[in-house]
């Protein structure tokens, strides 16, 4: 895998027939951290070329600016809203929170053939990963022990990841909600399971029950997800460096 993430002045990926050959076949990994209408979205990536299995796409990594400081910037921040709200098809006053624009980062990256979840943003850890680490601790040993209630209270204060919410925008924005409902409806009421307030400790017979679930709705639903992607338009691969 190869992590595409420089200055194009520096090295660019494309030449002026699109993406370079040494490229095109190898595996790509990239963020949304920069997006606008022309980069950084799994729809952008699709349309300059990156496709199928040589893809993965991801909110943030240890490298990247946390979203607070995005959301903080006003221009990259509207930029960003601007580009969520057409490719979810989300009126973009509703995703002008920040609680909300986390949630439409989370989910336009859902709908990738690939995508990766920095643990940072699924328990809304705040500040720069890699400006606040202990470098002689492996990664498992960055994570408290109470890793669990800390996921579920980040969820009760709609800010950490909630797979469900995801799957519901996505769902809206491709009209699986019409097309689709017992499954849209079921979407819907674990979404409000996992942002309900719960006691800690969390019984484990519940962890069990929602694991199983979600796996198995992620899963089902990702089917009509990958059936149904995003167009690509073939005219924009020939778009050298970034916009």
């Not at 995005?70 to 509207?78: A, D």
């Not at 909630?162 to 849209?184: C, I, Q, R, T, W």
């Amino acid at each position: 895998m190869y992590e595409f993430i420089a200055n194009s002045n520096d090295y660019s990926i494309y030449s002026s027939s699109g993406l370079k050959d040494e490229v095109r076949n190898r595996t790509k990994i990239e963020t949304s951290e920069y997006m606008s209408e022309y980069w950084g979205s799994n729809e952008a990536f699709k349309n300059r070329g990156w496709l199928g299995e040589n893809f993965v796409i991801g909110v943030s990594n240890h490298d990247s600016k946390p979203m607070e400081i995005i959301y903080k910037n006003e221009e990259s921040k509207n930029t960003q809203i601007e580009a969520l709200a057409k490719i979810l098809k989300i009126d973009k006053n509703k995703i002008n929170s920040f609680s909300e624009f986390q949630k439409a980062k989370f989910a336009e990256i859902a709908g990738a053939y690939n995508n990766m979840l920095f643990f940072k943003d699924a328990l809304a850890l705040k500040g720069r990963y890699k400006d606040n680490m202990d470098e002689t601790l492996d990664y498992a040993m960055r994570i408290s022990s109470d890793f669990k209630n800390k996921y579920f209270k980040s969820l009760e204060n709609q800010e950490g990841y909630n797979p469900m919410d995801s799957l519901e925008k996505l769902f809206v924005a491709n009209g699986f909600d019409k097309s689709n409902k017992k499954l849209y409806k079921k979407i819907l009421k674990f979404r409000d399971i996992l942002y309900s307030p719960t006691e800690p400790p969390v019984a484990k017979t519940m962890y069990w029950v929602l694991g199983v679930t979600f796996s198995f709705l992620i899963c089902f639903s990702h089917f009509f997800v990958r059936k149904y992607p995003y167009p690509v338009n073939k005219e924009n691969d020939s778009n050298v460096g970034i916009k």
